[in-house]
């Protein structure tokens, strides 16, 4: 069977997999974005105890496997009465990962805001909130973004991991087709495709216009 008519054959399940795997990438790409912001806020702190918890949180999430990770909270967490759904596990396990190394992205955008920008907000009266929230995330952001876009490759990569807990993405639906038919050439072949289109044609679009928005918007371009 060659390349078009194994396509032909198994689109149907390829496409509901890129489905799957689309709808995954965008929930744990929220999820990690939410947590890469608040520890990489609560990192700053001046609060030993907050900053200690977001040290914590995030070097035994860089420093442990995503699969491991994975594991845990789909099948250790029952164990404590504490059961998720392979579908929520496998978002909410690649998104609290993702956030670990997204935090010391947000945590060094904000240091690199030139020291002016602080204290000319501190010196027309802001609010530490309204300092970070309307002069110094914005400015930061621009800074971020350019790294964020390797790091949201990284996770449409990793989201082929909840495959392993029989989540239906791409992945699982690829390795089901080669099991049946041992067409590996042909499974892997087209999957791999999938993914590079997903990320050059998605994800990798997406960031380069944000990072050029965010640069007009703050006078850069």
Known sequence: M??????????????????????????????????????????????????????TYIEIFRGTSLLVQLYWIFFVLPLFGVSIDKFTAGYVAVGMNIGAYGAELVRGGILSVPKGQWEAALAINMSPAQRM?????????????????????????????????????????????????????????????????????MVTPFMRWLEAYMARKMGRA
């Open 2 to 55: 060659n390349i078009i008519e194994f396509v032909i054959q198994y689109w149907p399940r390829l496409l509901a997999g890129t489905g799957m795997t689309v709808a995954q990438f965008f929930l744990a790409a929220i999820l990690g974005i939410a947590i890469a912001l608040m520890m990489g806020l609560m990192k700053l702190s001046s609060n030993r105890l907050v900053r200690s918890s977001a040290v």
């Open 133 to 201: 929230r309307r002069i110094i995330l914005p400015q930061a952001l621009v800074n971020m973004l350019p790294p964020w876009g390797n790091l949201m490759i990284e996770l449409l990569k990793g989201t082929a991991l909840v495959s392993l807990i029989s989540v239906a993405d791409l992945m699982f639906e690829t390795k089901q087709i080669n099991s049946s038919t041992f067409l590996s050439a042909q499974a892997f072949g087209v999957a791999l495709v999938i993914y590079y289109i997903l990320a050059r044609f």
